[in-house]
RNA sequence: GGGCCCGUAGCUCAAUGGUUAGAGCCGGCCGCUCAUAACGGUCUGGUUGUAGGUUCGAGUCCUACCGGGCCUACCA
C-alpha cells in the first residue's frame, strides 16, 4: 500500500464553477482518487476556495456583502455542489484560513531569510475615487502606441503592444471608471525567482513523470529567463504582510498577492484536515516526516502549469526547508463552448449547479471524463452528450443491468440460481474480462482519463456479448440448471461493474452493488473466476428503477433555448 | 513580435519509425426477443491538410506552405 496525495487546482471563489473548470482538475482528480482507494492505496485528497484577490473583492461588493461573508456563502455553495457532484475530498478548505495565512507568512519569513525576498518601491495607478491602488488590467486608457481607446494597462488588444497603466493616456479606473487618478509610490516584496532559476531547472529535470505539455511550459519559462515576481499588493483581502509574526514596518495594511498564498494553501488545507481529524499533516508534506514515500499528483488546467511548475516550486525550494514536491504534474485543455469559451464572467455555457437541474452527476461525470479536453480543446455539445448517456449509460450498460435483474426476478423469482457448474462460454468470459480489466487498471493508473472510459465501456459490452451468445431465455425452456448458471453468471458481471465503474459514476455504481448485495467497493483482483462467483447462491435480489434514464429530443431542444447553445 | 500544439473515416478520437492505418458513433444488411425498440453479428467508409526531403521503410522524423488553436507571467 502505497500513500497518494492528490490536489486539484483551487477554484476561484467569485461563484460556482462551469463544467470547464469541473472537467480539467476537480473531476479527473475524484476519478483517480476514488481508483487509488479502491486499490487499497491510502490517498489523502485536498482541494480549497480560493478567495483572496481583487476579484473577490469586487464580487462582494457587487453582491453588496463584506468580503467575508461572501466567502463563507460562496464556499459553502461550492462545496455543496462539489459533494453533489461525489467529489469526495478527504478536505475541502479555505485559502483564507487561520492556517494559510500562518504558513504564507513562514514562507515568506524564510524566504527573506535565504535571501530571496527583498523590498522595492514601484510606482503605481491609484484611484482617488475608489481609494485603491488598481492593478494594471483595472486599468485602461488610450494606447500610447496606436491609439486605441481601450487599450488595458498591461496590454493593448488592438496593436497587442505590451504596456505598463503608467504608459496609458487618459487612464480611467475600470471599476468606477472615474479619472481621478494620481500615481504614487508603493512599497512591495519581491521573490527573487532569478536567483532560484538553475535550482528550478535542476528540480524540473528530476521529474519524470510530468506530461510534455507540463515539462515544456516549465522550460519555456526558464530559458526565456525568470523574473522577479512582487507577491504583495495593496489590497485589504488576503494574508497580511508580516516579519517575524508582527506586522511589517512600512507596509502596514499591505497583504500578499494570491498566486503567493493560494498554492501554500495545498499544504495549509491538509493541516485544516489534520487540526480537523486528528491526522498527521507533517507526513504528507514533509520529507523529514515520512513524505519521502508519498506519490504527489497533481490536476489543473494548462493556464495553471506555469505557477506549479515554477513559481511555486520557487517558493518551496527557496525555502531551503524539506517539503513535498510535485511527481506528476497532469494538465489539460479546455472545455469550448460552441465555438467560443465557457465564460464565468459573461454567464456563458453551463455551470455545475444548473447542470445537475437537468441530469444526474454520472451522466455529466461519464461525459466529462469520456469526452475529457484531455490532449486537446474539446467541444461540449449537447448531440456529444446525448450520445453518451443514450448509447454508453443507457443502451450498454443499464439495459444490461436491467435485463439481466428483471429475467432473474421474472423466471427465478429474484434469487440467485443455486447449481449447475460454469462452462465453456463463462471461461471465456472470464478471459474477456480478465484481459479487459487489466486494460482498464492500467489506464487509470496512467491517469489516460480518456482511456479510462473507453476500458470501462469495453467492459460493459463483455456483458451483452455473453448474454447474446449464452441466450438464457432460450436456455431456460430446455435447460433450467444451464440458464440458472448464466443468470447467476451475469448477475455477479453487475457485482463487478459495480466495483469497476466507481471511479467514474459512483452513485451508479452504488446502486448496482446494493442491487445485488455487492458488500466491497474494492478493486477486483486477477482472479476473475472467483472474482464473479461472489454473489452467494439463493440470494434475493433487487431489482432497482432504471439506471439511465434516456434523453428525449425535446429535452435537447429546451435545453439548447436556456443554456444559449448555438 | 516570440514560443508551443494540432490537422487521420461523415462525427469524436487511436496508432514505441516497421504486417493490410484502427475503435466508438452514424449509415446499410442479418440475427435475437430477456431487456429502457434495448442487445449481438457483419459490411460500407481513408490520396493521414498540401508540396518536397531523410530512410530499406514515414500518420510518425526534417523543410516550406495552407488551415485551426494555445501561451506570452502583478485577471485566479
Redesign the pocket.
Known amino acids: 500500500m502505497s500513500k497518494i496525495l492528490i490536489t486539484s487546482?483551487?477554484?476561484?471563489i467569485?461563484g460556482i464553477?462551469h463544467l470547464g473548470?469541473l472537467a480539467g482538475s476537480q473531476l479527473p482528480a475524484d476519478v483517480y482518487a476514488r481508483f487509488q482507494r479502491a486499490r487499497g492505496n491510502e490517498v489523502l485528497a485536498i482541494c480549497a476556495t480560493?478567495e483572496?484577490?481583487?476579484?473577490?473583492e469586487l464580487a462582494a461588493q457587487a453582491a453588496g456583502q463584506d468580503v467575508r461573508t461572501y466567502c463563507d456563502e460562496q464556499h459553502r455553495l461550492q462545496a455543496e455542489v462539489g459533494a453533489r457532484f461525489g467529489l469526495s475530498w478527504d478536505w475541502f478548505g479555505r485559502s483564507s484560513s487561520h492556517q494559510n495565512a500562518a504558513l504564507t507568512q513562514h514562507f515568506s519569513d524564510v524566504l527573506e531569510d535565504q535571501g530571496f525576498i527583498e523590498e522595492r518601491v514601484?510606482r503605481?495607478l491609484y484611484s482617488l475615487a475608489d481609494k485603491r491602488f488598481l492593478?494594471?488590467?483595472?486599468v485602461e486608457g488610450i494606447c500610447p502606441v496606436c491609439g486605441y481607446p481601450k487599450a488595458r494597462?498591461?496590454?493593448c488588444d488592438n496593436c497587442?503592444s505590451?504596456l505598463?497603466p503608467l504608459d496609458l493616456k487618459e487612464p480611467y479606473s475600470v471599476i468606477s471608471g472615474s479619472r481621478d487618478l494620481e500615481v504614487r509610490d508603493t512599497r512591495?516584496l519581491y521573490l527573487l525567482?532569478t536567483k532560484l532559476a538553475e535550482r528550478i531547472r535542476a528540480w524540473v529535470n528530476t521529474r519524470q513523470h510530468w506530461p510534455?505539455?507540463a515539462r515544456?511550459?516549465a522550460l519555456?519559462?526558464?530559458?526565456?529567463?525568470?523574473?522577479d515576481?512582487?507577491i504583495t499588493?495593496d489590497l485589504s483581502w488576503g494574508v497580511p504582510v508580516t516579519r517575524g509574526g508582527q506586522p511589517r514596518t512600512g507596509m502596514e495594511g499591505k497583504v500578499f498577492?494570491?498566486?503567493f498564498d493560494?498554492p501554500i494553501e495545498y499544504i495549509a488545507a491538509t493541516q485544516e484536515w489534520a487540526d480537523a481529524t486528528g491526522g498527521d499533516w507533517r507526513a504528507w508534506w514533509r520529507t523529514d516526516a515520512g513524505a519521502d514515500q508519498v506519490r504527489y499528483v497533481e490536476f489543473m488546467g494548462?493556464?495553471?502549469v506555469?505557477?506549479h511548475s515554477?513559481?511555486f516550486p520557487a517558493t518551496i525550494l527557496g525555502s531551503g526547508e524539506p517539503w513535498k514536491t510535485v511527481d506528476t504534474l497532469k494538465a489539460f485543455?479546455?472545455l469550448?463552448w460552441y465555438?467560443g469559451?465557457f465564460s464565468?464572467?459573461q454567464g456563458r455555457g453551463i455551470f455545475m449547479d444548473s447542470a445537475l437541474e437537468i441530469l444526474p452527476a454520472d451522466c455529466w461525470r461519464w461525459y466529462l471524463t469520456?469526452?475529457s479536453?484531455?490532449?486537446?480543446?474539446?467541444?461540449f455539445?449537447f448531440?456529444?452528450l446525448v450520445?453518451a448517456v443514450?448509447?454508453?449509460?443507457?443502451?450498454?450498460?443499464?439495459?444490461?443491468?436491467?435485463?439481466?435483474l428483471?429475467?432473474c426476478e421474472?423466471?427465478f423469482e429474484g434469487v440467485v440460481p443455486a447449481g449447475g457448474e460454469p462452462g465453456p462460454l463463462e471461461a471465456k468470459l472470464c478471459a474477456d474480462v480478465a484481459g479487459a480489466l487489466a486494460d482498464l487498471t492500467a489506464q487509470f493508473e496512467a491517469i489516460e482519463v480518456?482511456?479510462s472510459a473507453?476500458a470501462l465501456?469495453?467492459l460493459?459490452?463483455l456483458?451483452?456479448?455473453y448474454?447474446?451468445?449464452a441466450?438464457?431465455?432460450?436456455a431456460i425452456k430446455t435447460d433450467q440448471v444451464r440458464a440458472g448458471v448464466i443468470v447467476r453468471t451475469a448477475v455477479n458481471l453487475v457485482g463487478l461493474y459495480g466495483r469497476v465503474s466507481a471511479p467514474i459514476i459512483p452513485f451508479a455504481a452504488e446502486a448496482m452493488r446494493r442491487a445485488v448485495g455487492e458488500s466491497s467497493d474494492m478493486w477486483p483482483g486477477v482472479d476473475i473466476s472467483a472474482e464473479l462467483s461472489r454473489i452467494p447462491e439463493g440470494r434475493a435480489l433487487t431489482t432497482p428503477p432504471?439506471?439511465?434514464?434516456?434523453i428525449e429530443d425535446t429535452q435537447v431542444a429546451a435545453w439548447s433555448a436556456r443554456f444559449g447553445a448555438a
Do not use: M
Not at 9 to 12: D, Q, T
Not at 135 to 138: A, I, K
Not at 471 to 474: I, K, M, N, R
Not at 546 to 550: D, V
Open positions: 487546482a483551487l477554484p476561484y467569485n464553477k473548470n480560493d483572496h484577490g481583487t476579484p473577490a514601484d503605481q492593478p494594471d488590467r483595472y494597462g498591461d496590454q497587442g505590451l505598463d512591495h525567482q510534455t505539455l515544456s511550459i519555456k519559462h526558464l530559458d526565456e529567463g525568470l523574473i515576481r512582487g499588493r498577492y494570491v498566486w493560494a494548462k493556464d495553471n506555469a505557477f515554477v513559481s485543455n479546455w469550448n465555438g469559451k464565468t464572467s469520456s469526452n479536453p484531455e490532449h486537446s480543446d474539446s467541444t455539445t448531440e456529444q450520445a443514450n448509447r454508453d449509460l443507457a443502451d450498454v450498460l443499464g439495459n444490461f443491468v436491467n435485463r439481466i428483471k429475467f421474472g423466471r480518456r482511456k473507453q465501456r469495453a460493459w459490452v456483458g451483452n456479448e448474454l447474446q451468445e441466450a438464457p431465455w432460450s432504471i439506471l439511465f434514464s434516456k
